[in-house]
């Protein structure tokens, strides 16, 4: 057998073995996706983060939960933020105070009563309009929106399939570090009325 017919035997037979190695289980996939995120400095979207492990949604979903879990477990100084497709690591809520002094920061947000009740509003039923939110407080709420918007607590997300197509809001990564989440199901639990997405704005001032 001559050198090219070697050679092509050889690689032949590699592929053959790296077809054959077992798939990475989730735990192996966690700390992928730990130095994944490391790296990268940034949210990734879960669609980045199949694309590169070569998984599909359901192993991607099982290899967080695993993450999640060795983090908050193991009280490791990073946690795992999961805020709709996005995914992150963060620094664990209980030491705030020290990276906030590291980073001459303010330990909170300081937010006014109205801005507070907004908030709210919008943490529960996101996506949601203005005019929405108003429903529910009864007041003009531009200027609680607009504090919340400028300390990064709420962005706008969208536009609604409505007449006008008015804004929709959500919150945003920041508010779930500010408030010691990594998601949103970690809010606790209220009961609202269900006919809120039908209510009309109410006409006071904030």
Excluded: C, W
Excluded at 23 to 51: C, D, M, N, Y
Excluded at 59 to 80: Q, T
Excluded at 83 to 94: H, I, N
């Amino acid at each position: 057998m001559n050198g090219g017919a070697n050679g092509r035997a050889l690689l032949s037979r590699s592929f053959e073995r790296a077809e054959a190695m077992p798939t990475a289980t989730s735990e192996q996939l966690a700390t992928a996706i730990e130095s994944l995120l490391f790296v990268s400095g940034r949210p990734l979207a879960r669609g980045e983060l199949r694309k590169l492990l070569d998984i599909d949604e359901a192993l991607l979903s099982e290899s967080l939960r695993a993450l999640e879990s060795e983090l908050e477990s193991r009280r490791r100084g990073i946690r795992l933020q999961l805020l709709g497709e996005q995914v992150q690591l963060v620094t664990a809520p209980e030491n705030a105070r020290y990276v906030a002094a590291l980073l001459g920061l303010p330990m909170t947000a300081k937010l006014t009563t109205a801005a507070l009740e907004t908030l709210s509003v919008i943490a529960y039923r996101q996506p949601v309009t203005r005019a929405q939110i108003e429903a529910v407080r009864g007041v003009n709420s531009d200027r609680a929106l607009l504090s919340l918007v400028q300390h990064g607590l709420v962005a706008e997300v969208g536009r609604a399939p409505t007449v006008g197509r008015p804004a929709l809001f959500a919150t945003t990564a920041e508010f779930l570090q500010q408030f010691g989440l990594t998601r949103l199901d970690q809010l606790p639990g209220v009961d609202l009325p269900p006919s809120f997405n039908e209510q009309e704005p109410g006409g006071g001032e904030e």
